[in-house]
């Protein structure tokens, strides 16, 4: 299948802060760093290298500072880092650094859960953010957009009127983000052609997680709807720690085999990503949720057992 321009696919890795903040144990920064780097020379467009937000809140990324003063950038990816508050965003002016990820959840709930905050409370700051962001680009993060662990459904209006409020405050592009897997093929489709017909210059991408093993459905309907930047994470690793039962991401190397054997283009290096998943693999005590880094590609042609090839007679006794 030839796949055209439009087919293109610009996938975000989203592992080394999604995964790790809830991985169950700490990852040394120079991992973290090693991990990074491969990450970057596999043809992803974009990093979310750590966070900024309140090492007591979450202790596995208290190294963000060290992590990206010693990673080797690439030229092609960007790097950006979340940050929850103008905290945040103090720190990440002081690194070098292309991007901050604004985050807040368009249900109150989950806001105050994650964040300790109202949503106006998270709103003003990302004003401010905003305005004194430097050269820094800033991406907004919609949280709970399909689902809220702690007030169940979420309505498309509520949806837009944060993205309204949130391309108020400066933001240059938007995200989201189903926390906690709730999403479904066709709510998925429903509110991304929403929004792409809603903000044809906006880029917008699409933070899915697997809880409910819906993740890459969602993904193609998303893509099905004009959806172009995807999130992802490395071995399927993820989790809000402040979203009961929230689970990994859809997995990176997942995505990109559905991607291209679905006709897509997606510029990512499929062998490249296992490698990297199974060196993460060896590094986590937990199994990596990912498929294809067990199943291998669906191109990867087993050999028969000699017994069986002689049992079907096709080694002559
Ligand atoms: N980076 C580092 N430290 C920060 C910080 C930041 N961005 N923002 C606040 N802090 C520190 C404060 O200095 C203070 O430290 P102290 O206790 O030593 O004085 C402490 O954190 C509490 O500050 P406060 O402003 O009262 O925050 P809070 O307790 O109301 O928590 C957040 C608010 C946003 C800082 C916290 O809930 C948080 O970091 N949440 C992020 C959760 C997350 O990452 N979830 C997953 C990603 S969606
Ligand atoms: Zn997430």
């Known amino acids: 299948m030839v796949a055209h321009s ?80 103008r905290r945040g965003l103090d720190r990440a002016l002081a690194v070098e650094l292309d991007e901050v990820n604004l ?19 998270s709103i003003e700051q990302f004003r401010e953010i905003c305005n004194n ?16 662990p702690f007030h169940g459904e979420v309505t498309q209006s509520t949806v837009f009127e944060w993205a309204h409020r949130y391309l108020d405050a400066g933001i240059d592009s938007l995200t989201l983000a ?29 933070h899915l997680h697997n809880t409910r093993g819906l993740g890459i459905a969602n993904a193609l309907s998303g893509i099905a709807a004009g959806i172009r930047h995807l999130d992802a994470s490395i071995g399927g690793i993820g989790g809000c720690p402040y979203a009961p039962g929230a689970t990994g991401n ?10 291209i054997f679905d006709g897509y283009r997606c510029e990512v290096d499929l062998e490249q990503l296992l490698s990297v998943s199974h060196e993460l693999g060896d590094l986590l005590s937990d199994p ?7 199943a291998g590609s669906k191109l990867t042609k087993h050999s028969m057992s000699e017994d069986l090839r002689r049992r079907l007679g096709l080694i002559e006794e």
């Open 6 to 85: 439009s087919d293109l696919v610009c996938i975000q890795e989203v592992g080394m802060r999604d995964g790790l903040q809830s991985a169950g144990q700490f990852v040394t920064t120079e991992d973290k760093v090693r991990l990074i780097d491969q990450l970057s020379k596999t043809g992803l467009s974009k990093i979310e290298v750590t966070s900024f937000v309140s090492p007591k809140a979450v202790p596995l990324l208290a190294d963000a500072e060290e992590v990206l003063a010693a990673i080797n950038r690439q030229p092609s990816v960007t790097y950006s880092a979340l940050i929850p508050n």
């Open 178 to 206: 189903d926390t906690i897997g709730a999403a479904t093929p066709r709510q998925v489709y429903d509110l991304c052609s929403g929004f792409t017909e809603a903000f044809p210059s906006i880029e917008i991408t699409l």
């Open 288 to 294: 990596l949720p990912g498929l294809v880094r067990y």
């Open 133 to 148: 962001r430097g050269s820094l680009r800033v991406n907004g993060t919609l949280a709970t957009a399909f689902g809220c």
């Open 250 to 259: 859809v997995c990176t190397e997942d995505l990109v085999h559905a991607l």
């Open 103 to 121: 985050v807040m959840s368009v249900s109150e709930a989950h806001n105050l859960a994650n964040l300790r905050m109202t949503c106006e409370q």
